[in-house]
């Protein structure tokens, strides 16, 4: 079903598509070569694409959604969804759009459920691309230890209730005094306007479910994630993108990949490397991908 978008950009074609029991909007772009799909992290929407959709539309069909529960996606309960949940909501969503195997592109907070849906249907996924991601298990819960450098973000958002009792009216607030501005190293990278149209959706009622179910799921998912980690690594090719993490997306990917492993570190970049980035990502990317499909 097409919709009329808040925000868009030139050549980007806005849908909605049934998921399961979840309606997805989702942004396309690009007419021809292999699908592209896109999974944005937290505080963020498909807006974090914007600039990197068409980077890879010259050559691909582009795919980047709203995960459930953000953006201008369908609503989901107070307790949000876990990865599993967004997994295989995510494996429906390409079955209804009838495209595939993608490759796969998962940025932040949506490494969980990207790595589910590459693990558990491999053959919906051509190749794995984890930008400044990591997973529960494998480190990504000590983000949560403030005692020990984490942030205090994530027990927050993970605690029933509170986003809402906290952050309602404060959404630009907490976009542009806190979370774009400790963690982009780009100066000018997100603007004012790409952070209305962030907060716009994230002010709507139940605008940080989404994200809250994300969070709870990766506190407590670890010993189920180094299972299927265990048992059904990722067999497609892998490519791991670091920017202001540094290794952590590298090491914590590499040992999970059973075909090719290629790691890029983007110097002089903060967390958000498809909106600080998108030129130099796009080009990571796309060398990645060609030698993929060759």
Known sequence: MNMSPAATRPGARHATAQAGEIRLHYVSAGREGSPVLLLHGFPESWWAFRALIPVLARSHRVFAVDLPGFGDSAAVPDTGLDSRAVAETLHEFLRALGVGPVHLLAQDISGGAAFRLAAVH???????????????????????????GGSWHIGMLAAPGIPDLLLTGREV?????????????????????????FARTYSRPGGWNGAAGLYRSMLSEGAEIKALAASRPLAMPVLAVGAGGGPFTEQTFAPLATASFTAVQLDGVGHYAAQEAPEALGAALLEFLSGVDG
Do not use: C, Q, R
């Not at 907490?174 to 100066?187: C, D, F, I, N, R």
């Open 122 to 148: 491999p053959e919906a996924v051509a190749s794995f691309t984890a930008v400044e991601a990591g997973l529960a298990g494998f480190g990504l819960e000590a983000l949560a230890d403030v005692a020990h």
């Open 173 to 197: 607030d907490l976009l542009a005094a806190w979370a774009y501005p400790s963690m982009t190293a780009v100066e000018g990278a997100v603007t004012s306007t790409d952070i209305a149209e």
